[in-house]
């Protein structure tokens, strides 16, 4: 399906059609943040990656003693 396109020319040919979809103000920011998906892909699927922040609330649940809940 693919083939030829090791060849360079095919290769530049699909560079002008993203430079000319994208523009080349956005090319930075699409590369930037294709970049970040795929690395957010790989850190969900190895399971590795900075731990997720935990909200305020949550501490808060944290911080109460067990056997008690808020007083509503």
């Given at each position: 399906m693919l083939s030829g396109l090791e060849n360079p020319i095919h290769l530049?040919?699909?560079?002008?059609?993203v430079l000319l979809l994208?523009?080349?103000?956005r090319l930075p920011d699409v590369g930037r943040s294709l970049g970040r998906g795929m690395r957010e892909f790989?850190?969900?699927i190895t399971g590795s990656g900075p731990p997720e922040p935990v909200s305020a609330s949550e501490r808060r649940e944290e911080a109460?003693?067990?056997?008690?809940?808020?007083?509503?």
């Open positions: 530049l040919i699909v560079l002008m059609v994208f523009g080349a103000k790989k850190d969900a109460l003693p067990s056997g008690r809940g808020v007083d509503a």
